[in-house]
Structure formats: structure tokens, C-alpha cells
């Protein structure tokens, strides 16, 4: 499917791609429930609707409620997007999956505003990363599933141990290698002087980790 995206918003990609794919190996129950957390431009809330789900997307920024509306719109496809902070519109509601393209980027410091919001996550990549952990979990239905993909820049390891933490079984599904794209490579050199990228680093490697709560 052919999606527009508002200036701003961000596009989807590789990990996008992975994600979606993830998705749809997923078994969902008749009527499932499913949150997008972090929408964009509404590419996976569309996947998970396009299976019958009744699903609810949140995004922090204007510009991508307003480009998840449209794309839904234009697909004819029934998707409640909501602006908030990751959770919180949605507050004291359980749901049989979610899925989640936080930002993930290891920056010298976070975006607050603009584009860059939607990939720069601190130092160590894991500003929303760690947040994904200690509050979507409580949102997981027993026997709830939460897709969550991002680069190995970030860590594997802590979230896998977040997740566990947290009572999910938690298991890398997904990995593809994908070269760097603007972004990474502008900060190819920064990311070696902090030890995240070795000398000949130009590939980075994208994950799906799902963590499943149980029964």
C-alpha cells in the first residue's frame, strides 16, 4: 500500500518492513484488540486492521495523528488514531497485541522537536525504549503479545531482560541487516568514539523482540 506522509512524519522503512512482517505471522483471536504505539504515517495500524483487528494508534506528534487519519481514510480502513504520550491515551485498557517503532537512534542528545524526534532516542538509544518496558507490559491481555523492533546499537540484551523483568516471555524473532542511511551515517564517527560501532561498522542489524505475557 502506497502511504502519504505529511512533512515531518516519519516514513516507512526497513524496520517498518520487519516489523509488519512480524505482524502478520502473528495468530490474532476473532475481534483482537490491537494498539500501535508510535504510529507515523499509520503503516502497521493498517496491517493490523487490514486482519479484522479493531485497533486504537497513538502518536505524540500532530502530524502523524493527522497522516494516520488520512491514510486510513484513504484506505477505507476503520483505525481510532489518538495524540498522546505513548500509553496514555489509553489508559486502563488491555489488549491482545501491540506493536511499537519507538525511537531507537543512539544521538549525542534527544530530539525534542522536529523530524529527528522520531528516531533520536539519547545517548544510548534506549530513552523510549525503557519506558516501552515499565508501561505497555501492564497493557498486555493474558496471553497478549508486544512486537517492539529496533537496532542493535540500542541493546538486544536490556530490553530482552526489561521484558523478562516485567513477567513477558521475551525472544529475538526477527533480524535483518540493513546498510546505514543518512542518519547513522552522519554520526558514524560519534558512534564509534562511544564504543557502539566498531571500525568497519556500515551495517546496522534491526530486531523484533516479542514478548509474550501469560495465560
Known amino acids: 500500500m502506497a502511504l502519504l ?3 515531518g ?18 495468530s490474532l483471536p476473532p475481534q483482537a484488540t490491537v494498539l500501535d504505539v508510535g504510529t507515523g504515517s499509520g503503516a502497521l495500524a493498517l496491517v ?6 479493531r485497533v486504537t494508534a497513538v502518536d505524540i506528534s500532530r502530524r502523524a495523528v493527522w497522516t494516520a487519519r488520512l491514510n486510513a481514510l484513504v484506505a477505507r480502513t476503520p483505525v481510532r488514531v489518538l495524540r498522546g504520550d505513548l500509553t496514555a491515551p489509553v489508559a486502563g485498557r488491555t489488549f491482545d497485541l501491540i506493536v ?18 522520531a528516531w ?7 530513552l523510549v525504549l525503557d519506558r516501552i518496558c515499565r508501561e ?29 523483568a516485567a513477567g513477558l516471555a521475551a525472544t529475538v524473532t526477527e533480524r535483518r541487516y540493513v546498510t546505514f542511511g543518512p542518519v547513522l551515517r552522519s554520526r558514524q564517527s560519534w558512534l564509534r568514539d562511544e564504543g557502539l ?3 568497519d561498522g556500515e551495517k546496522e542489524e534491526l530486531v523484533v523482540v516479542r514478548a509474550e505475557r501469560p495465560h
Open 136 to 164: 505497555v507490559p501492564p497493557l498486555l491481555r493474558p496471553g497478549g503479545v508486544l512486537l517492539v523492533v529496533h537496532s542493535a546499537l540500542s541493546g538486544i540484551a536490556p530490553t530482552l531482560a526489561c521484558m523478562r
Open 120 to 126: 533520536d532516542a539519547g545517548r544510548d538509544g534506549r
Open 197 to 199: 560501532l566498531g571500525p
Open 100 to 117: 511499537t517503532n519507538p525511537p531507537y537512534v543512539p544521538s549525542p542528545s534527544p530530539a525534542r522537536r522536529g523530524p529527528a524526534r
Open 5 to 7: 506522509t505529511l512533512p
Open 48 to 53: 493490523a486492521a487490514s486482519r479484522g483487528a
Open 9 to 26: 512524519v516519519y516514513a516507512p522503512q526497513d524496520d517498518t518492513a520487519l516489523l509488519a512482517d512480524a505482524l502478520r505471522n502473528e
